[in-house]
């Protein structure tokens, strides 16, 4: 499971396709406004939420299994319960990571994405770490533990 620094960054870094599962069209929504972040910071999205056709100008998919590209990461917005079956799905379609957002901690699912090589992140926000390990958060007096006087680059 992926829990430091180093890491986190290797993910943000080599992760540009990111799927997010359970993605809403509602603009108050935090998955709508994480992936607007990420969106607006170079990132591919690929909205999964059967509900929807498009979402940020992206073609939304009904499953993982329908998206007809690659795709780097699997971002979950939905209740622990529901993970394994998407943990399953990213392993399946050879995502690189499960990423699991704030609040939401399968165990099952994370079993299930290390067991088929995938990386796992657990209850961190995507929009967050990126803003905390490239340089956003420190601008608004957030201490983001990462001292450091030179600012790395941008993926």
């Known amino acids: 499971m992926v829990d430091d620094i180093a890491g986190l960054r290797r993910v943000l870094d080599g992760c540009r396709t990111i799927a997010v599962v359970g993605l809403s069209a509602e603009w108050h929504r935090p998955s709508y406004f994480a992936a607007k972040y990420m969106q ?22 009904a499953s993982l299994e ?20 998407v ?48 340089g956003g958060l420190n601008w608004v007096g957030v201490n983001t533990r990462v001292i450091s006087a030179r600012r790395p680059a941008r993926p």
């Open 87 to 134: 943990a399953r799905s990213a392993v399946a379609i050879g995502a690189r990571c499960l990423w699991q957002q704030l609040g939401v901690h399968s165990a099952e699912g994370v079993q299930i994405a290390t067991d088929g090589g995938l990386d796992a992140v657990v209850d961190r926000c995507v929009k967050i770490e990126h803003a905390r390990l490239f």
């Open 40 to 61: 607006q910071q170079g990132y591919r999205i690929v909205p999964v939420n059967p509900r929807y056709d498009a979402i940020l100008g992206e073609r939304c998919y």
């Open 66 to 85: 329908e998206i007809p590209f690659a795709v780097d990461m699997v971002d979950v917005f939905r209740k622990a319960a529901d993970v394994p079956p």
